[in-house]
């Protein structure tokens, strides 16, 4: 599956971001899909992911109550509603995919790692 994210752009702090994911080369509904994030000189960070049937998401504690996850898997486009921006939330962020769903734990333990990566879109929050 292909992906391309869009959306990213520059904000103030405490305004909003909608990203956009378009997936294509494979059937969208067989996948989680998800985001994730890297700051400069930052590893790679874990945002939000939701299952293939678009049912509960799951949040990264930095983002829970201000970032919403969802899926439209009839027009393959996967967005990430951002609001409330922090400027450290400043970051390029990816979209990724894969058949298997993984949670943060396992990302994070090196146990799941998406297949398949969007290029980034960079986001600029100013404080």
């Known amino acids: 599956v292909q992906l391309q994210a869009s959306g990213g752009g520059l904000v103030q702090a405490g305004g909003s971001l909608r990203l956009s994911c378009t997936a294509s080369g494979r059937t969208f509904s067989s996948f989680s899909v998800g985001w994730f994030r890297q700051a400069p000189g930052k590893e790679r960070e874990f945002v939000a992911v939701?299952?293939?049937?678009?049912?509960?998401?799951s949040y990264a504690d930095s983002v829970t109550g201000r970032f919403t996850i969802s899926r439209d898997n009839a027009k393959n486009i996967l967005t990430l509603q951002m609001n409330s921006l922090k400027p450290d939330d400043t970051a390029l962020y990816y979209c990724?995919?894969?058949?298997?769903?993984?949670?943060?734990?396992?990302?994070?333990?090196?146990?799941?790692?998406?297949?398949?990566w969007g290029q980034g879109t960079l986001v600029t929050v100013s404080s």
């Open positions: 990724a995919a894969d058949n298997i769903y993984w949670s943060s734990a396992q990302y994070y333990s090196g146990r799941r790692i998406p297949r398949y």
């Open positions: 939701i299952p293939r049937s678009g049912g509960t998401a």
